[in-house]
């Protein structure tokens, strides 16, 4: 099992409300990635990190935006949720090679969202 | 599928036998990866094979890469219920830049009964 932890496993809000998705690894990755996936369906980037202080967005288009201060954090926030936000969003990770774009990714165990 | 798609979709087997799933993709790639996501979980990374190669193992799997067709399939050989789970196909597009955007397939379920 990789060293990346996501919090809450699930979470049920109303909509309107703001809510912050966690994710933490502790193995010194440079690249963090944010995913939204949908049951049954597959994966979709919406955010991704190379390091401290860079984010850009994914090919998923996301009301939600994320934030990297230190290595190990990157947190995704949503200001206001909506029903249509509700899904699975898993975070992961993978080591910088240089320019080498052949890093396995290491995922969590994903946050499942349920905006009411 | 932006680029992945996975065939079968859907694929029930009995333990000990052998279950075979293909992706097939539309540009070039740099390399192609599977993944394990076990129901309710994150997705586990099984086996990469570069785009130089053509076959790769890795204990009961086995991965084999055509890119003049564009296709990849994995072979988990002596299938056990844990097996049970989605696999998923990922590829690094060759032009795509050092950002590793992987582009996952849309999966395979895996049901392996005992």
């Known amino acids: 099992e990789a060293d990346i932890y996501q919090t809450p496993r699930y979470l049920v809000i109303g909509t309107g409300k703001k809510i912050t998705l966690e994710c933490s690894q502790t193995?010194?990755?440079?690249?963090m990635y944010w995913y939204q996936q949908d049951p049954g369906m597959e994966l979709h980037l919406i955010h991704y990190?190379?390091?401290?202080?860079?984010?850009e967005k994914g090919d998923l288009s996301s009301e939600s935006t994320v934030s990297r201060i230190r290595t190990e954090h990157f947190p995704l926030t949503l200001e206001s949720a909506r029903p249509s936000h509700t899904s699975q969003y898993l975070c992961?990770?993978?080591?910088?090679?240089?320019?080498?774009?052949?890093?396995?990714?290491?995922f969590g165990n994903g946050t499942r969202l349920t905006v009411t | 599928s932006q680029q992945g798609e996975e065939d079968p979709q859907a694929l029930s087997i009995q333990e000990g036998e052998n279950a075979t799933m293909n992706c097939s993709y539309k540009?070039?790639?740099?390399?192609l990866q599977w993944y394990r996501q076990n129901s309710g979980r994150g997705l586990v990374h099984l086996i990469l094979?570069?785009?130089?190669?053509r076959e790769k193992h890795s204990g009961r799997l086995r991965v084999t890469l055509d890119t003049s067709k564009k296709s990849s399939s994995l072979l988990i050989t002596a299938s056990r219920a844990a097996d049970t789970a989605s696999y998923f196909c990922?590829?690094?597009?060759?032009?795509?830049?050092?950002?590793?955007?992987?582009?996952f397939g849309t999966g395979t379920l895996l049901a392996v009964q005992p």
């Open positions: 193995m010194g990755h440079d690249k």
């Open positions: 990190s190379y390091g401290v202080n860079s984010t």
């Open positions: 094979i570069r785009s130089n190669e």
């Open positions: 990922a590829t690094a597009p060759l032009y795509g830049g050092a950002t590793n955007k992987l582009i």
């Open positions: 540009t070039s790639i740099n390399n």
């Open positions: 992961a990770s993978s080591e910088r090679q240089g320019s080498s774009y052949n890093s396995p990714l290491h």
